[in-house]
């Protein structure tokens, strides 16, 4: 059985659950059964009468675990809670999770929730509220575990046991020299199966890999993919740890990043979902479809610098979107490459130009390859079904291949050169690249086909 319809069984058995005539203690034993994360999904599908139900039947610490998977959904639900309620499940959720709630509800409501909390919950929340979007430190969580590196095995093995109490993510476990600074990190199995007598700085990892908290979430990513742990400390400025994050607060991140350069690409803010009100999403779009519209005028002003050629040739008409097709799909890839590669703040002035003449040669092999294609397969079409003598079919078919290779080539080095010298401008090379480089390309495959439709086909061929 796959998720999805698993997830639609568990549904339908939750709801009928919640449905039911039974007792609240029945009912609360039965949902015990379930993954927090199949109650969120079935949630979904309720009325707000029957999360009422759920809410008042599941514990806070469950309760706030759902709210955890219920992703967008969590901000409708936790309004749907009396104050005092919705307090309480704010403080057992991960604080990041949390601060990400909170943010994303109505400031008035927001500080009343915080002026409910305990003491140490607020001060945490309040901590990593303080860092910006952009930021790692936003990310990270404080549901972490730290030893000083002058115990023995034994004490830091009670020491773990102790703190596992409020903190569960105990699988790596980081080492305090006695000033508190970060010295490194070691796996629980590691502690366990360690000799009493084995000094504990012989089982700790110094070259364990770290972030600092006001590192930007982008320039994080190489670091945070290069290692597959389970969690990462987030430090100070002063080499304190403020927090972690968490592999899964890392594959979060990345989706984000991705998601919000796939909504750059497109000319979008990165913001937009389907909440946003069509005015401010008209609004934010808007500008780049002038920009857009404007530049395709200049693209159609140098079609009508064709016109004696078009005149002429009518036939070559019908093949000019298959070059604008191809020159904008390879400039395309190439800006997509470029953008993944810049992620890469170490990224030197060589390797850059390497990459740039990579792409023109993957651009011209391709051309080629569908130049040879082109020249075959085309000419042979208007030959046989347009009906056209043999040399002419396959002058325009060799105009056509070689059109390709030129613009292909041209365009790769368009999608490749126009992010990095945005980067290199400090422009955000996702948001100023995208829409741009469609419309550049689609200007590079008309002046390549029709100049050499010009050359090749009426100056030299007098055709």
């Known amino acids: 059985m796959n998720d999805v319809n698993s997830s639609t069984v568990f549904g339908e058995k939750i709801l009928k659950i919640v449905r039911s005539n039974s007792s609240p203690k029945v009912k609360s034993e039965d949902l015990k059964d379930f993954h927090a994360g199949d109650i969120a999904a079935a949630m979904s599908g309720m009325s707000e009468k029957e999360r009422g139900i759920i809410y008042r039947l599941l514990d806070i610490d469950t ?8 992703d967008e959904d969590a901000l409708k639900y936790i309004g749907e809670l009396d104050p005092k309620k919705a307090a309480q499940v704010l403080e057992r959720m991960e604080p990041d999770d949390a601060v990400d709630l909170l943010k994303a509800s109505d400031p008035k409501q927001s500080r009343a929730f915080i002026e409910l909390m305990d003491s140490d919950a607020k001060k945490d929340i309040m901590a990593l509220a303080a860092y910006d979007e952009d930021t790692i430190g936003s990310r990270m969580t404080t549901n ?4 000083g590196n002058s115990l023995t095995i034994q004490e830091a093995m009670k020491s773990v046991v102790s703190q596992a109490a409020e903190h569960d993510n105990v699988s790596v476990i980081y080492i305090l ?3 508190g600074v970060y010295d490194g990190a070691l796996d629980l199995k590691d502690l366990i199966v360690a000799r009493q007598k084995t000094p504990l700085e012989e089982i700790v990892s110094t070259t364990y890999p770290y972030v600092y908290a006001d590192e930007k979430i982008e320039d994080c990513l190489p670091t945070l993919k290069d290692y597959s742990e389970e969690s990462i400390p987030v430090l100070s400025d002063d080499n304190h740890i403020l927090g972690v994050v968490t592999l899964q607060d890392v594959m979060e991140t990345m989706d984000d990043e991705m998601n919000e350069d796939y909504a750059k690409l497109g000319g979008l803010s990165a913001e937009e979902d389907l909440e946003e009100p069509v005015k401010l999403s008209m609004k934010k779009r808007l500008p780049w479809l002038m920009l857009l519209m404007y530049l395709g005028l200049i693209v159609s002003s140098v079609v009508g610098m064709y016109e004696q050629v078009v005149a002429k040739l009518t036939m070559i008409m019908a093949f000019q979107s298959m070059i604008l097709d191809m020159s904008g799909n390879v400039g395309t890839q190439s800006l997509a490459v470029t953008i993944r590669v810049l992620m890469d703040e170490k990224l030197t002035g060589k390797q850059k130009a390497g ?18 294609l082109a020249l075959g397969t085309i000419g042979a079409y208007i030959m046989l079904i347009r009906k056209y003598p043999a040399p002419m079919a396959f002058a325009v078919s060799a105009c056509i291949g070689i059109s390709l290779i030129v613009a292909m080539t041209i365009s790769s080095l368009v999608g490749t050169g126009v992010p990095i010298f945005f980067k290199k401008i400090k422009i955000d090379p996702a948001v100023a690249s995208g829409p741009l480089i469609t419309t550049i390309t689609d200007l590079v495959g008309v002046v390549t086909y029709y100049s050499l439709a010009w050359f090749m086909l009426i100056h030299v061929l007098h055709m």
């Open 63 to 70: 309760l706030s675990e759902v709210f955890e998977y219920a």
């Open 144 to 147: 972490f575990v730290t030893v």
């Open 177 to 179: 020299d006695e000033h």
């Open 355 to 372: 990459l740039v003449f990579k792409e023109m040669r993957v651009g011209f092999l391709n051309g080629a390859v569908l130049g040879i």
